[in-house]
């Protein structure tokens, strides 16, 4: 199956700084990547659709400025969390489909392994 | 009313027993479902998907969906303890900017006990 990865897996950092993440689609072109957001024994939450070459569609009540997100690539997307706080710290998770559609209309989204982000 | 409701569990069941999960959905214009497994601190990995009302088999799992009662269930056969984690269902959606998106309920926590 197709393959997504993503680092760093787990972070550590102090409040005030800047953190990114990469996902990275290892065997297929990712047109479409999204990156979630889920906190201790709560659901996913969607926090923005990226599209290669485009911006970001981001989801209400996510700040744009704050999330910057990059997909400059078919096979890179990045998230950055800017001047991470503590309540930023969580599980983020992306996910993709392909060229050909696949990873979404069969709900068969190819999920990176997740980045737990602790702000201290 | 959330979006996509689950019991949040635990729902224990001994092994080699049936383990039945339940999932209501609020738009009634909602087409796809979908169950996924998480185990603690992974990602989610995708079980099922349905579209169709009715049952969906695959192996020992079951998907039933009911889109006049708006609700989408999971049946696990012969449960094993490998089965235990977190069940996630997902339904999915447009956004404002016209992408399809799937919005997940809380998912329930499956313990199968040896």
């Known amino acids: 199956g197709a393959v997504v990865s993503q680092h760093p897996s787990w972070v550590i950092c102090k409040s005030g700084t800047s953190v990114k993440i990469e996902c990275r689609s290892l065997?297929?072109?990712?047109?479409?990547m999204f990156w979630y957001r889920q906190f201790p024994k709560q659901s996913l939450m969607l926090m923005a659709t990226?599209?290669?070459?485009?911006?970001?569609?981001?989801e209400q009540g996510v700040e744009k400025d704050k999330f910057l997100i990059n997909h400059a690539s078919l096979t890179l997307s990045t998230l950055t969390v800017t001047s991470a706080h503590p309540e930023d710290s969580s599980f983020y998770i992306c996910?993709?489909?392909?060229?050909?559609?696949?990873?979404?209309?069969?709900?068969?989204?190819?999920f990176g392994e997740g980045s737990r982000l602790t702000v201290l | 009313q959330k979006e996509v409701e689950q019991n949040s569990g635990p729902l224990s069941v001994p092994e080699g027993a049936i383990a039945s999960l339940n999932c209501t959905y609020s738009d009634r214009g909602s087409q796809s479902f979908f169950w996924y497994r998480q185990y603690s601190g992974k990602s989610p990995e995708l079980i099922m998907f349905i579209y169709s009302n009715g049952d969906k088999e695959d192996g020992r799992f079951t998907a039933q969906l009911n889109k006049a009662s708006q609700y989408v269930s999971l049946l696990i056969r012969d449960s094993q303890p490998s089965d235990s984690a977190t069940y996630l269902c997902a339904v999915s959606r447009f956004n404002a900017g016209n992408n399809r998106k799937l919005i997940w309920g809380l998912g329930t926590s499956l313990a199968v006990n040896p």
């Open positions: 996910s993709a489909r392909d060229l050909e559609g696949r990873g979404f209309d069969t709900g068969e989204l190819f």
């Open positions: 990226s599209n290669e070459g485009s911006k970001a569609t981001y």
């Open positions: 065997d297929f072109q990712a047109t479409t």
